[in-house]
């Protein structure tokens, strides 16, 4: 019952502020339910594979997915969540332990941190018009590397890197994020589902609630106020990750 209400409170908290799934999910399963690193990271990838696939129809029949922008991430992002999961693989020892614990932390925590002052110091229009979407494929080697590791930053750092290096309206950034972050998960969650990466009830458990919340959570979208709550989960993320942090030295 515990990982059905943190499924659909995680979902509908991605539906609601565009908080990745991944990245709310691995730390709550190591800090609360004693997860290993590995496992957490495959059953957070997975999880957030079946939410955005539950929502990417409604995407796709807004027509808010730039494709050849879409591709040019998954360029990028699909070698780099390979690379991550490998040397997410190659340390899934006991004694590499902190280590896990120390670099998922420090991901989780900076990109937590980074996207809570982003959004206290954004404006309402500030970003430049000026198509640099060539760089794309080489930012997206680096989110997918850390997705494939970490399970987190697809949504939040892909946003970013949307936002600010192409002319794509914000409709269009949020769809096209969500795709290319359905594609990091599908395919790093393969990889680690089929390397044993992850832990099937607690897994199933979490769908149930998730898919219900995530459908929530975007048809509140309009009525409840998103930046407080992305502020709020931020606050929250970062605090998680220095646990993390802390946790490897413990």
């Not at 496992?39 to 929502?55: C, N, P, R």
């Not at 027509?63 to 040019?72: E, F």
């Not at 699909?78 to 020892?93: E, H, I, K, S």
């Not at 290096?165 to 680690?192: E, Q």
Request: aromatic share 8%; hydrophobic share 55%.
């Amino acid at each position: 019952m515990t990982e059905i209400l943190v499924g659909f409170l995680i979902a509908a908290g991605v539906g609601l502020t565009g908080v990745g799934a991944g990245s709310l999910l691995a730390p709550v399963l190591m800090l609360f339910f004693k997860v290993p690193p590995a496992e957490a990271v495959g059953t957070a990838l997975a999880f957030s594979a079946v939410i955005k696939l539950t929502i990417a129809p409604v995407y796709i029949f807004r027509k808010q997915i730039h494709y050849p922008t879409l591709l040019r991430l998954c360029c990028g992002g699909v070698p780099g969540v390979l690379l991550g999961f490998f040397a997410m693989d190659l340390l899934d020892a006991k004694h590499h332990r902190s280590v896990l614990f120390l670099g998922i932390g420090a991901l989780v925590a900076s990109m937590a941190l980074y996207n809570l002052i982003r959004t206290l110091r954004r404006s309402a229009h500030t970003r430049s018009m000026t198509d640099r979407s060539g760089w794309l494929p080489f930012i997206a080697f680096g989110i997918g590397t850390e997705v494939g590791f970490s399970s987190a930053g697809a949504g939040a750092l892909g946003g970013v890197a949307l936002l600010n290096l192409t002319p794509l309206s914000p409709a269009r950034v949020v769809g096209t994020d969500v795709m290319f972050g359905l594609a990091c998960s599908l395919i790093g969650g393969s990889f680690h589902l089929s390397a044993g990466h992850y832990q099937s009830a607690i897994l199933i458990h979490l769908i149930i609630g998730g898919m219900v919340g995530a459908l929530i959570g975007a048809s509140l979208l309009t009525v409840l106020p998103a930046r407080p709550l992305r502020v709020a989960l931020s606050a929250w993320l970062t605090c998680m990750g220095v646990q993390l942090c802390w946790q490897a030295f413990g």
